[in-house]
């Protein structure tokens, strides 16, 4: 994440409004409705990392039971599951401190669909609300506390359980972009 130091970036990708998110992780797959109309820098931005290669092989990071499962760290991807889960640093960085190189203008104020429902997809950040990049994470049940500080990208189609079963260490192999 940025942390306050990358540039503001403005993705080039131009969103329709009707792109789903397919995750395929070691644990399944999650089918996600992107929110093109509430949140269109936070999809394009997504679409064009996930286009590019970006998430192939990462590892979700971050577990807190209850909460969140988060991923999208480009600095666990050459990592054993089990230095990421424990949180060991790896040659690139420590899990959770990787991002793309720039950030992303936060979106949560103008989104009248920024819900963290079960299962909503959303960014990341630092204490800056314009510092998301890369980093994602899934909600494990509502954490409405969540909906004025941080955007909600998407909403989960199938695979709530797969989300459920992530863990620390978990392979996200790929996430392709496919239209309703």
């Known amino acids: ?61 971050r577990y807190v039971p209850g909460f969140v499962i988060q991923g999208g760290d480009p600095y666990t991807r050459e990592m054993n599951p089990a230095d990421v889960a424990a949180g060991r640093p790896g040659a690139d960085g420590i899990p959770g401190t990787g991002g793309p190189g720039y950030r992303i203008k936060a979106e949560f104020a103008s989104n009248p669909h920024n819900l963290h429902d079960d299962g909503a997809l959303a960014m990341a950040r630092s204490s800056d609300p314009d510092s998301a990049g ?29 989300i459920a079963e992530l863990r620390a260490g978990d392979v996200l192999h790929s996430v392709r972009i496919e239209t309703a």
Do not use: W
């Open 134 to 162: 890369s980093q994602f994470y899934f909600c494990l049940g509502s954490q409405h506390g969540l909906d004025s500080g941080y955007t909600v990208f998407g909403k989960t189609l199938e695979g709530k359980a797969v």
């Open 1 to 61: 994440m940025g942390f306050g130091l990358d540039p503001l970036y403005t993705p080039k990708r131009h969103v329709t409004g009707t792109e789903i998110a397919v995750f395929d992780t070691s644990k399944g797959t999650i089918r996600v409705q992107l929110d093109g109309v509430g949140a269109p820098i936070h999809v394009a931005n997504f679409c064009e990392l996930a286009e590019s290669g970006f998430y192939d092989d990462t590892k979700f990071h």
